[in-house]
């Protein structure tokens, strides 16, 4: 990107202690910008990183094509998500089929206190439609969306208040306190349409230009079809994880979940952390979530990388992998085996035959799981700890007879 903030001034809930977004984000960009301890590299790709905890070397490329080498103690993902825009309902092809920041930033032309605001008022629609859960919102609920509506109707209703506004809905989640605004606005006017899965409303755009837009809704408890006539329709299109998210996971090698999403280490146990040590994600990059959710958590990931940074030095794990060159025969398979993508085969180590390329597993990556030991076709890896004649002395101890 070429500027820092991403969308948060665009979506952000005002919903969250009545935090000006706009402003917070202004002031968070000047102090990144003042910081004599951060580098901002806009619009830079990263195109490979390596190494291990306390000891990442990452390659990036900037957009006039030079490439830069650095080398960093810890990497913490917070790329963001995107809004998506698919085909769905006429979006992009109609210009009164809008998405939620597009009708944020409509209205907000019209929030401005002035006489030319005031007299402006009646350029804004009669009545307008939000349909809920469009895309892949079908799949997974969009966290923001249902709230985004809410409060995009109500500062509609606070400009227009006699304008018709309907929600097409089929389950209305507006998390926490925030079920007030579905409150207020009930108490502003605001119709609630319920739809079913499989019965989605349907839009039917008229030859004519000039001619309304009619969508259809089953409505579940008449068992009826409803035709509305609306002059702006708004969809709630959720956030989807970024084009490139895929890329970035495999040059990271962390994983993402069926939908997109960065998938962390445990939910519970190390809800910031990946599986790969060192690496942390934070922001709607994990799964769309709302401002101060993003901001507490992207704390918290700044909390784990500060206790690898504030250490002098890293102390691995005893029980890691070890390779001997002498009976490794190069042939990958602990390589393409095992889940943290540790070991690699290295061209200047002697491995058996006089055939140069045995394997090779870096102590302070390795996570001790043993598999790339367990899966060698020729036994040239040893887990410390767990070694073959260790292993092989405490059977024959459980098998040996009891002396009295």
């Not at 208040?161 to 079920?179: C, H, M, Q, W």
Request: charged letters at 25%.
């Amino acid at each position: 990107h070429a500027e820092l903030g991403g969308s948060l001034g665009v979506r952000g809930s005002k919903a969250d202690g009545g935090v000006d977004w706009d402003a917070y984000v202004q002031d968070l960009v000047a102090r990144v910008n003042r910081h004599p301890r951060i580098t901002v590299h806009r619009e830079t790709k990263l195109v490979e990183t390596g190494g291990f905890v306390g000891n990442f070397s990452s390659r990036l490329r900037h957009a006039d094509g030079t490439e830069e080498t650095i080398r960093h103690g810890a990497t913490i993902v917070a790329t963001g998500a995107r809004e998506w825009r698919g085909e769905a309902y006429g979006l992009g092809k109609d210009a009164r089929v809008l998405t939620q920041s597009e009708f944020a930033r409509l209205i907000s032309d019209f929030r401005v206190q002035s006489s030319a605001a005031q007299s402006s008022r009646s350029a804004l629609p009669n009545s307008v439609v939000f349909i809920q859960c469009v895309g892949p919102a079908e799949k997974y609920c969009g966290r923001t969306c249902c709230t985004e509506s809410l409060e995009n109707a109500l500062r509609f209703k606070a400009l227009k208040p006699n304008a018709s506004v309907t929600v097409l809905y089929k389950d209305i989640r507006t998390y926490g306190f925030r079920e007030r605004l579905y409150n207020e606005a009930r108490a502003r006017g605001v119709v609630f349409i319920r739809y079913e899965g499989g019965n989605e409303p349907r839009i039917e755009f008229p030859d004519e230009p000039d001619s309304q837009l009619a969508i259809r809704v089953l409505e579940p408890m008449l068992r009826q079809e409803l035709i509305l006539r609306p002059d702006l329709v708004v969809l709630a299109t959720p956030m989807a994880p970024r084009e490139d998210a895929g890329e970035l996971a495999n040059i990271l090698k962390v994983p993402v979940d069926t939908d997109g999403w960065f998938l962390e280490a445990h939910v519970k146990l190390r809800p910031v952390d990946f599986a790969t040590d060192g690496v942390f994600v934070a922001g709607a990059a994990h799964y769309p979530k709302f401002p101060n959710e993003a901001i507490a958590q992207a704390q918290a990931a700044a909390a784990r990388a500060a206790t690898i940074l504030s250490k002098d030095k890293w102390d691995a794990g005893g029980s890691v992998a070890l390779v001997d060159p002498s009976k490794c025969t190069g042939c990958l398979t602990c390589v393409r085996i095992c889940p943290y993508h540790v070991p690699r085969i290295e061209p200047t180590q002697l491995a058996t035959g006089g055939i140069y390329g045995a394997a090779y597993i870096e102590a302070a990556a390795c996570h001790g799981c043993g598999i790339c030991a367990s899966e060698c076709p020729a036994k040239a890896i040893e887990l410390l700890h767990y070694r073959d004649a260790q292993m092989l002395a405490k059977v024959e101890a459980l098998s040996s007879p009891v002396i009295a």
